[in-house]
């Protein structure tokens, strides 16, 4: 509970912070932007005053644009004043020759008007232009702003210029009721993510939790735990995807352990036998007269042994990819010729009958010599000693497209349908005796081993006392297809 309770304060709390620090950005940038709105709104209505005074100017002669008692004067020094007293600004108007008419509060020099880079600002206003400039005029200081727009006579003549002069302290705008009003949104927005992140911390934590939990069980060697999630699709496939490793666990869980177990058993046989012969040897129990017999059956007994040892790590060497495949081309047939020669004692002994179904000609394939002759080796043994007296065996071949299709059966008690799916197991026995000296129950398992080398299967059937070890390999002649075949037993 603790480490779930960990996981999910974790979850919880890197929700909150990421909600947090990007609440704070953005409520940073929505008030620096709704400031330079403001800055924007105030130039804009400032630049509005100044073509008011502008259209005022329009309305009257400029031969008495210099009487300052007359009604143009009082207006135009109304203006000025109720733009100086709402924004803090001053209004100068300048003529065509550059001759200031009102100043404001603000005394000025008109050497300053004389500046060639006043003279060029002042020039695009004159020209019809509208200028906005910071430290345009020396003498005011470099702290404030010019707005500058043209004014026309009736004819459309630009007869001279308006200059609205403010400093960027009365344009800064007082922004503490946005910081105010974006500190609320933050916190309900933090309350609202708070309460969303706890929902989604625990969706999250809860199966991750069941997940931990599942493997500290399989730990403790409860491999049949499983998790069971519903919900997201991503965690419902992490759940699927563990429970099907969980399974494939259980599975070689419990083959190490029948392997294992048959191992023991196998090796503890032998050794029994070996330790009871040498035994009685050794304390007088066996007469003197029989040693020759014991001590044979205690070298046999180290033969199974020693291909036991053999047989366990041929197929550990090719489990783990160590034993190399060394594919060459070479006649199939042959091989299975040769391979069913060495039998024929055994055959001969037991009088069995052999059908063999073989093509006329040589059927070469691509792969492993000595690893196919370990295969038909096997099967051949297997089919010999499972015959009873009597009885038959086949060992046939057919081209089937680019494959060679290979069988060897033989007739006898055959395989029953529940041990059918197990027979290339390894130390799986249809003979649940473990009768001694019918083999180790590796024979068959290193058959599938090598075919699955090759890229290839091997079956098996068994019926009406017929049983059936088929597998294919890949024929090296393209034009081996091709090649009319004996159809098989």
């Known amino acids: 509970?603790?480490?779930?309770?960990?996981?999910?304060?974790?979850?919880?709390?890197?929700?909150?912070?990421?909600?947090?620090?990007?609440?704070?950005?953005?409520?940073?940038?929505?008030?620096?932007?709704?400031?330079?709105?403001?800055?924007?709104?105030?130039?804009?209505?400032?630049?509005?005053?100044?073509?008011?005074?502008?259209?005022?100017?329009?309305?009257?002669?400029?031969?008495?644009?210099?009487?300052?008692?007359?009604?143009?004067?009082?207006?135009?020094?109304?203006?000025?004043?109720?733009?100086?007293?709402t924004y803090g600004a001053d209004v100068w108007l300048v003529s065509a020759n550059r001759r200031v008419w009102v100043v404001g509060d603000t005394e000025y020099?008109?050497?300053?008007?004389?500046?060639?880079?006043?003279?060029?600002?002042?020039?695009?206003?004159?020209?019809?232009?509208?200028?906005?400039?910071?430290?345009?005029?020396?003498?005011?200081?470099?702290?404030?702003?010019?707005?500058?727009?043209?004014?026309?006579?009736?004819?459309?003549?630009?007869?001279?210029?308006?200059?609205?002069?403010?400093?960027?302290?009365?344009?800064?705008?007082?922004?503490?009721?946005?910081?105010?009003?974006?500190?609320i949104a933050t916190a309900a927005a933090m309350l609202l993510g708070a309460v969303l992140s706890f929902l989604i911390a625990r969706r999250q934590s809860d199966p991750l939790h069941q997940i931990h939990q599942a493997v500290v069980d399989f730990a403790q060697g409860k491999l049949d735990t499983r998790v069971h999630i519903r919900g997201d699709q991503e965690m419902m496939d992490l759940a699927d995807a563990f429970n099907s490793m969980a399974r494939d666990l259980a599975g070689l869980e419990q083959s190490r352990r029948s392997f294992v177990a048959n191992v023991s058993h196998e090796l503890r046989s032998p050794l029994t036998c070996i330790r009871g012969y040498v035994q009685g040897i050794l304390d007088g129990t066996v007469p003197r007269d029989q040693w020759d017999k014991y001590?044979?059956?205690?070298?046999?007994?180290?033969?199974?042994?020693?291909?036991?040892?053999?047989?366990?790590?041929?197929?550990?060497?090719?489990?783990?990819?160590?034993?190399?495949?060394?594919?060459?081309?070479?006649?199939?047939?042959?091989?299975?010729?040769?391979?069913?020669?060495?039998?024929?004692?055994?055959?001969?002994?037991?009088?069995?009958?052999?059908?063999?179904?073989?093509?006329?000609?040589?059927?070469?394939?691509?792969?492993?010599?000595?690893?196919?002759?370990?295969?038909?080796?096997?099967?051949?043994?297997?089919?010999?000693?499972?015959?009873?007296?009597?009885?038959?065996?086949?060992?046939?071949?057919?081209?089937?497209?680019?494959?060679?299709?290979?069988?060897?059966?033989?007739?006898?008690?055959?395989?029953?349908?529940?041990?059918?799916?197990?027979?290339?197991d390894r130390f799986y026995k249809a003979d649940k005796a473990h009768t001694a000296g019918m083999g180790t129950g590796l024979g068959l398992a290193i058959v599938r081993k090598i075919l699955e080398q090759h890229g290839q299967k091997i079956q098996v059937a068994s019926q009406d006392g017929l049983t059936t070890f088929t597998f294919w390999l890949a024929v090296s002649d393209s034009k081996g297809a091709k090649r009319e075949m004996r159809a098989l037993p």
């Open 295 to 424: 001590l044979n059956i205690v070298l046999e007994e180290t033969r199974r042994l020693a291909r036991l040892v053999g047989e366990l790590l041929d197929l550990s060497r090719m489990e783990s990819g160590v034993a190399p495949l060394n594919k060459t081309d070479f006649d199939l047939c042959e091989l299975l010729r040769v391979e069913l020669l060495k039998f024929e004692g055994r055959i001969d002994e037991k009088d069995i009958q052999v059908d063999v179904a073989l093509p006329g000609e040589a059927v070469t394939v691509c792969a492993g010599e000595d690893s196919i002759r370990q295969v038909i080796t096997n099967l051949l043994d297997n089919a010999v000693k499972f015959t009873p007296q009597g009885g038959r065996i086949g060992l046939a071949a057919a081209l089937e497209g680019g494959l060679c299709r290979v069988a060897v059966s033989n007739t006898g008690q055959g395989i029953s349908a529940e041990d059918l799916p197990h027979v290339f």
């Open 1 to 85: 509970m603790r480490k779930r309770n960990r996981l999910f304060w974790r979850l919880l709390w890197a929700f909150l912070l990421t909600l947090l620090v990007t609440a704070v950005v953005l409520s940073m940038l929505v008030v620096v932007m709704m400031r330079q709105e403001r800055v924007r709104t105030l130039e804009d209505e400032l630049r509005a005053q100044a073509r008011f005074v502008a259209q005022m100017m329009a309305q009257y002669d400029l031969a008495s644009f210099w009487q300052r008692d007359t009604a143009l004067a009082n207006t135009l020094n109304w203006k000025i004043v109720e733009i100086r007293e």
């Open 109 to 183: 020099d008109q050497e300053q008007l004389n500046d060639p880079a006043v003279v060029a600002e002042i020039n695009k206003v004159l020209s019809g232009q509208e200028i906005r400039v910071q430290g345009l005029i020396p003498q005011l200081g470099p702290h404030i702003v010019t707005v500058g727009v043209p004014w026309r006579d009736n004819t459309g003549w630009v007869g001279g210029a308006v200059l609205l002069h403010i400093s960027t302290e009365s344009l800064s705008v007082d922004y503490s009721d946005m910081v105010v009003n974006a500190a």
